[in-house]
């Protein structure tokens, strides 16, 4: 299902372009999302980055120029939360648990500890032709209502299979629709045609680019995560290397020291990821956004395990990303 088509079935009966027939794009939506291409900072070259904004047809544009719904994209800020409970209709999202929630002390101390103990991890001691990446996000984008208080999106599950040259394949798997608060469920299941289904995706051959492994130079690093533009700027760049790359130990170990000379980040111990992995986390605040980063890594291999954003008023989850699995392989699917 594209972005079209989903936007279409969550509107249901209130799409006033329901009956409206738009031919096809000559390219498809998704082979011009796969060539958009930005800048790897740690290469200088020509990337792609997939990303899941939503292309809306003159039909379904008509409806968000009616002001009936508003679209937005991962990096806008949009509310949401960790923990879930979930129901036929659709999951609803909480705040993840801290340990230390009130006066978290600063992360610092406890990041530099981790990086000096962190063990191997399963995927030190394989090689393979492809980095392969099981991932999880939600917020990319989310609809809202019309006057911005009730927000869904789906869950995105995809599977990657990429080589150091760029090429391989991927799959995405549509999840059933999230929410961040039970208002916006029962908003949104009033005007839903029914509960989603699982959509499974064809594979998808990915374009050459070359990619170059992360370095494990403290110096090096801090430009890549650009720490010289705070502690939030560093945790999207973090997430961001984890999700495309498979990290060694050595360079997950220096990640954990840049980190913990970046001012802002807080201590809030041990936590459980939305897979429901143990693991421990930190968070920045970044007050003139009202959002907060959150990160979530293994407290024995170091690797990131989840990165989410939040809004501060109210508390509650504007979009995450899980990193369900990492290794070498030389086999696709």
């Known amino acids: 299902m594209d972005g079209a088509e989903r936007t279409r079935t969550l509107l249901g009966p209130a799409d006033p372009a329901r009956t409206i027939v738009v031919a096809p794009p000559p390219v498809p939506a998704r082979d011009l999302i796969e060539r958009a291409g930005t800048t790897d900072p740690a290469t200088g070259h020509r990337r792609v980055r997939p990303t899941r904004r939503l292309l809306l047809t003159a039909g379904t544009l008509a409806v968000a120029a009616g002001a009936v719904a508003v679209l937005r994209p991962f990096d806008q800020r949009t509310p949401d939360g960790p923990g879930e409970s979930g129901s036929a209709v659709g999951t609803l999202l909480v705040p993840v648990a801290y340990q230390f929630d009130a006066d978290p002390p600063a992360a610092g101390p406890q990041l530099r500890t981790l990086a000096s103990k962190i063990k191997d991890t399963e995927y030190d001691h394989r090689t393979g032709r492809y980095m392969y990446h099981q991932k999880r996000v939600w917020g990319d984008p989310v609809m809202s209502s019309a006057d911005g208080r009730h927000h869904v999106a789906f869950a995105d599950e995809s599977k990657v299979w990429q080589a150091v040259d760029g090429t391989g394949s991927q799959s995405n798997t ?160």
């Open 174 to 333: 549509q999840l059933e629709p999230q929410y961040p608060d039970q208002e916006s469920r029962d908003y949104w299941q009033r005007r839903m045609a029914g509960p989603a289904v699982a959509d499974t995706a064809a594979m998808i051959p990915l374009p050459p680019m070359e990619l170059t492994p992360p370095p494990a130079d403290p110096s090096r690093l801090r430009e890549l995560l650009k720490v010289e533009l705070g502690a939030g700027a560093a945790s999207k760049e973090v997430s961001t290397l984890y999700a495309r790359y498979v990290v060694p130990r050595a360079t997950r170990a220096a990640i954990l020291e840049v980190l913990a000379d970046v001012p802002g980040f807080r201590w809030r111990g041990r936590v459980t990821d939305r897979a429901g992995r143990a693991g421990v986390a930190v968070t920045a605040d970044e007050r003139e956004h009202d959002q907060q980063s959150l990160l979530i890594f293994d407290p024995r291999t170091g690797e990131l395990l989840a990165h989410e954003l939040l809004t501060l008023a109210p508390v509650r989850i504007s979009a995450y990303q899980l990193i369900l699995d990492t290794t070498w392989t030389d086999r696709i699917g």
